[in-house]
T-cell receptor
């Protein structure tokens, strides 16, 4: 059974600080997805990582993928309050959409002024 | 706005009843996925349809069923509802059978009383 583990599950940090969210998974898939969810809202796609060593950046967020270690990271640089949300990583087990996505439990991020 | 629409937004019903949730994918997307989000189980993949055919099954209960119609909209039918079925139900779509980036709809919040 595919497992996707995120840590931490809860993170409270101050504006201006840097932090990293970790996502470990148990399959050999080389596709990993990061989503953002605001309270009561839908999931917004942040990054799609498709190969080993992939790195993508958007604003203060940067995601990377190490398929050998089965690890992805989401790094937050100089956090601002607007980044407060729950962040999910997800894996596509067979890499071809055959099974839908398996999600981690999410990291609830609160950024305080 | 992802372009995926779901109706209704909210649904309140009693135990033992049956409901139908509707999803219209983004224009041109052939694949539709259904997910359930609850506090207990997190985000779980239920089922995928591709161009009218069932493509993959996840943790979908036997009381639940889905279909995708020729115009590509999809319906998720939930029957013999239990309190534990209360959750947010999301539909997502992607351009092909691959889950290379799924776009999520706003969700239907189901409350079973």
């Amino acid at each position: 059974e595919l497992k996707v583990e995120q840590n931490p599950l809860f993170l409270s940090m101050q504006e201006g600080k840097n932090y990293t969210i970790y996502c470990n998974y148990s399959t050999t898939s080389d596709r990993l997805y990061w989503y953002r969810q605001d309270p009561g809202k839908s999931l917004e796609s942040l990054f799609v990582l498709l190969s080993n060593g992939a790195v993508k950046q958007e604003g203060r967020l940067m995601a990377s993928l190490d398929t050998k270690a089965r690890l992805s990271t989401l790094h937050i640089t100089a956090a601002v309050h607007d980044l407060s949300a729950t962040y999910f990583c997800a894996v596509d087990e067979r890499g071809g959409g055959a099974d839908g996505l398996t999600f981690g439990k999410g990291t609830h991020l609160i950024i305080q002024p | 706005d992802s372009g995926v629409t779901q109706t209704p937004k909210h649904l309140i019903t009693a135990t033992g009843q049956r409901v139908t949730l509707r999803c219209s994918p983004r224009s041109g997307d052939l694949s539709v996925y259904w997910y359930q989000q609850s506090l207990d189980q997190g985000l779980q993949f239920l089922i995928q349809y591709y161009n009218g055919e069932e493509r993959a099954k996840g943790n979908i209960l036997e009381r639940f069923s889905a279909q995708q119609f020729p115009d590509l909209h999809s319906e998720l039918n939930l029957s013999s509802l239990e309190l534990g079925d209360s959750a947010l139900y999301f539909c997502a779509s992607s351009p092909s059978g691959s889950s290379y980036e799924q776009y999520f709809g706003p969700g239907t919040r189901l409350t079973v009383t």
